[in-house]
């Protein structure tokens, strides 16, 4: 007998999207199978690395629910369950650093001053050094 526990903010006739652990491939495979044959819903299913929190799991829902919405605060809070107030919360503490993006990953990405960030060489420089001849 196989068994998987779903948990839903709203009836299951409603859900829409759902946030499974990449680690259990047959549990996600069987509730999607229930949803489809019992509730007849094909809901959106967004992975989640393993050992994430409840934190990061919130964060990633909320940032990508957002973004589908085309950034629909009302919207995304309606899908969510949340309130609006949360889903400025989380969107706020991922554009100030203080989500899960790690400080040195943000670094590691900056585009050194004077560069474009597309290859380009900036204006006037040169486009390599120049060997000396003897």
Do not use: W, Y
């Not at 590691?108 to 474009?116: E, H, I, R, W």
């Amino acid at each position: 007998m196989l068994s998987v526990k779903l948990f839903s903010r709203v009836p299951v006739a409603q859900v829409r999207t759902l946030a499974l652990d990449e680690g259990s491939r047959t549990s996600a495979a069987l509730v999607r199978i229930l949803l489809n044959e019992r509730a007849g819903i094909v809901p959106q299913c967004e992975p989640l690395p393993i050992g994430a929190s409840l934190a990061d799991t919130r964060r990633q829902l909320v940032l990508r629910t957002f973004a589908s919405t085309k950034g629909d605060i009302a919207r995304t809070a309606k899908i969510v369950g949340i309130s609006t107030e949360d889903v400025r919360g989380e969107i706020s503490s991922l554009m100030h650093g203080n989500g899960d993006m790690r400080a040195t990953e943000v670094k590691s990405a900056a585009v050194p001053a004077g560069a474009s960030g597309d290859g380009a060489r900036p204006r006037g420089g040169p486009a390599k050094a120049k060997a000396k001849k003897r």
